[in-house]
């Protein structure tokens, strides 16, 4: 993670420099504000990584004499099948045409959303997956 870290790092102070360039020569401010962002965004991912390196174990990327096979195992748990993202994209798929075509969309979107959001989270509350 260390790694990883240093990259978004060496990231955001490059494109902090190319933000200023372009904004400089170009002075136009929508590109800017994105790249701004950007370097924004680089800080506060590097920021984490770096931050989380120092709490965790070193992991086998961290060690440059490592195997392949020294990074296998398990790498942590991941939720099985589910159909709520289904329900949320759909739902979030709908609020945005809402913006296009009229706000009454919003009024059958806003149900799909609220149940892809409320199945997401209680997923592991209730059914085959339920912790007893």
């Given at each position: 993670?260390?790694?990883q870290g240093r990259m978004f790092i060496w990231l955001s102070v490059f494109i902090l420099a190319?933000?200023?360039v372009y904004g400089v020569w170009s002075k136009e401010p929508a590109?800017?504000?994105a790249l701004f962002l950007a370097f924004g965004l680089c800080v506060m991912v590097g920021y984490y990584l770096a931050f989380t390196a120092r709490?965790?174990?070193a992991g086998a990327q961290d060690n440059k004499n490592a195997d392949v096979a020294d990074d296998a195992g398990e790498l942590?748990?991941?939720a099985p099948h589910s159909w709520q993202p289904l329900s949320l994209a759909i739902g979030g798929a709908f609020a945005f045409l809402a913006i296009a075509v009229g706000w009454w969309l919003m009024f059958f979107s806003a149900p799909l959303i609220m149940i892809g959001l409320?199945?997401?989270v209680?997923?592991?509350y209730r059914g085959e997956n339920q912790n007893q």
């Open positions: 993670m260390k790694i190319m933000a200023v590109g800017t504000t709490r965790v174990d942590g748990f991941f409320f199945g997401w209680f997923e592991f």
